[in-house]
């Protein structure tokens, strides 16, 4: 080798010597990147990891802190987690046995669990799914769920979580509200009265019994107006009030008018409205409660008829009692006057028996009198003769002690302070009077007693007279009221007295009864209604 070629290689391996320390030099700095990069990737790792498990940490925090029952579940309904809640609501712990949803759904509801189940695969969410469960304890609840798939990172379907709210007191108030409707429903629907809902004068809905008034079918009434279905002449007012009450100046109304049939025949009926108010006040819609009332018109009219030919026939007997009475009179007082002559002019030559005769007829003719004078009173007795005032009753017993005969030993006592009442003075005296004179006349006992007593209810006066008299047997209880009848054939009895009392009480719009006993006495109790 020459020396040229010595040289060529020992510039060749110097060369070669400066690479390899380039290189090493290369390696070295790559070396040390990497290593730098290694290092910062550890601490990048340190640091997901730290966030991996501070995020774990925190959902572990949200899953057990969440308020409503949270089950995550796997493909088949096997619970994989669960929640406090849930634990407390379904009453299981999926860590001390295994639990299967599918299991808890009521029989009522497993074919819309599969079809919801189905959808939750196909969509990735189920929302509002309700359902009835059973839970641990063996109570029926009603729930609702919010749910959606959990997957893997190949995207397919691994597992299910689900929120659950339990709505059983929110299913039992809908069920008791549709109950509650399905009720009032059939109530409406069976109503005597018939009912209509409008807007505005169109018609909405009806029940059967108004549709059966108009003779319509189920429906028909629904294409009509109010105005279509009433007679021309109500139009006009119904048309008024329901604009007041749509301007909220009404809220309810009561008329009485014609509708139209179907038929076109037309029938009388009371019509009471209502207005249907929203939150804000505003009307929505009319409700009508209807009233067939032509029969009771009709009736109402016949009565007014007959009180009128009632009254017109009353005035009629007032005055042919009247006439009567003076017509009886007269020839009364005409033998009356015969009589007292035969007994001045010719006592000399009566014996003993003749003046017992003149004497009899003279009673029999002033028991005729008392007689014609009852009959007077008790044909004058009605409610157009009264004169409202107000009566002190103290007074009027005081006064009656004074015009009646009382003997020495029988007391009259107000037994407490009676009442002063608006009532017709005269009739007032008459039934007071009555009373008391007869408890007077019938008591035989060495020492007589009569006591008035009273009490107020709500809508009346009550009243008893007591005494200590014969009594009157119990077949007279009843007849004792009727006119002409008496208990037995006292001179001064005319048996119009008690009946007297009873006419008087009816007019009043009161009740009159007596409990008494043969020899121990009798208890008149009646009422007069307030004024």
């Given at each position: ?185 059939i109530i409406v629907e069976n109503s005597p009265l018939g009912i209509v809902l409008t807007d505005r004068g169109r018609i909405i809905k009806t029940n059967s019994t108004f549709r059966t008034m108009m003779g319509y079918k189920e429906g028909e009434l629904q294409q009509k107006c109010v105005k279509d279905i009433s007679s021309p002449e109500d139009v006009e007012n119904s048309a008024s009030l329901m604009e007041e009450m749509n301007t909220g100046k009404l809220d309810n109304f009561t008329v009485v008018k014609k509708y139209v049939r179907k038929d076109r025949s037309e029938f009388l009926a009371k019509t009471a409205v209502s207005a249907f108010k929203n939150r804000e006040g505003k009307v929505e819609y009319q409700v ?244």
């Amino acid at each position: 080798m020459d020396n040229k070629e010595v040289l060529l290689l020992k510039k060749a391996l110097e060369r070669q010597k400066k690479a390899r320390i380039q290189a090493e030099q290369i390696l070295e700095q790559k070396s040390k990147e990497l290593y730098d990069v290694t290092r910062h990737l550890q601490g990048v790792n340190e640091r997901l990891e730290y966030l991996l498990n501070e995020k774990a940490s925190e959902l572990d925090g949200v899953f057990i802190n969440i308020i409503d029952p949270y089950v995550v579940m796997d493909l088949d309904f096997n619970v994989i987690n669960m929640n406090a809640s849930a634990k407390e609501f379904l009453g299981y712990d999926h860590t001390t046995a295994s639990i299967n949803l599918a299991a808890l759904v009521h029989k009522d509801y497993v074919e819309y669990t599969a079809h919801s189940m189905k959808s939750l695969m196909e969509i990735g969410t189920l929302k509002n799914y309700r359902a009835k469960i059973m839970v641990k304890d063996g109570t029926e609840k009603f729930v609702q769920i919010n749910s959606s798939l959990i997957y893997d990172k190949e995207n397919n379907p691994i597992a299910a979580q689900g929120i659950i709210r339990d709505i059983t007191k929110e299913w039992e108030t809908k069920e008791l509200l549709r109950q509650q409707k399905k009720q009032l429903d059939i109530i409406v629907e069976n109503s005597p009265l018939g009912i209509v809902l409008t807007d505005r004068g169109r018609i909405i809905k009806t029940n059967s019994t108004f549709r059966t008034m108009m003779g319509y079918k189920e429906g028909e009434l629904q294409q009509k107006c109010v105005k279509d279905i009433s007679s021309p002449e109500d139009v006009e007012n119904s048309a008024s009030l329901m604009e007041e009450m749509n301007t909220g100046k009404l809220d309810n109304f009561t008329v009485v008018k014609k509708y139209v049939r179907k038929d076109r025949s037309e029938f009388l009926a009371k019509t009471a409205v209502s207005a249907f108010k929203n939150r804000e006040g505003k009307v929505e819609y009319q409700v009508a409660m209807i009233e067939d009332i032509t029969e009771q018109r009709s009736l109402e009219l016949q009565k007014e008829k007959l009180l009128k030919e009632l009254e017109h026939s009353n005035k009629g007997l007032q005055e042919y009692a009247h006439i009567v009475s003076h017509d009886l009179k007269s020839p009364l007082r005409s033998i009356s006057a015969l009589a007292t002559w035969l007994s001045e002019d010719h006592k000399h030559v009566l014996n003993e028996q003749g003046v017992n005769n003149l004497v009899m007829m003279q009673e029999k003719i002033e028991a005729m009198d008392s007689l014609i004078d009852g009959v007077l009173k008790y044909s004058s007795i009605d409610i157009g003769s009264l004169e409202i005032g107000r009566i002190d009753l103290n007074a009027i017993v005081n006064n009656i002690r004074e015009i009646i005969f009382v003997p020495e030993h029988v007391r009259i006592v107000m037994l407490n302070p009676l009442p002063e009442i608006q009532a017709d003075h005269t009739r007032i005296h008459q039934l007071f009077q009555n009373i008391i004179s007869n408890a007077v006349n019938h008591i035989e006992a060495d020492k007589g007693l009569v006591t008035v007593s009273s009490k107020e209810t709500a809508t009346h006066w009550h009243f008893k007279i007591e005494d200590n008299g014969v009594g009157i047997p119990e077949e007279y209880h009843k007849k004792i009221f009727e006119v002409f009848q008496s208990l037995n054939s006292q001179q001064h009895s005319t048996g119009i007295g008690l009946s007297i009392v009873k006419k008087i009480v009816d007019l009043y719009e009161g009740e009159i009864s007596l409990q008494s006993e043969v020899a121990k006495g009798t208890v008149f109790n009646f009422s007069i209604k307030k004024l």
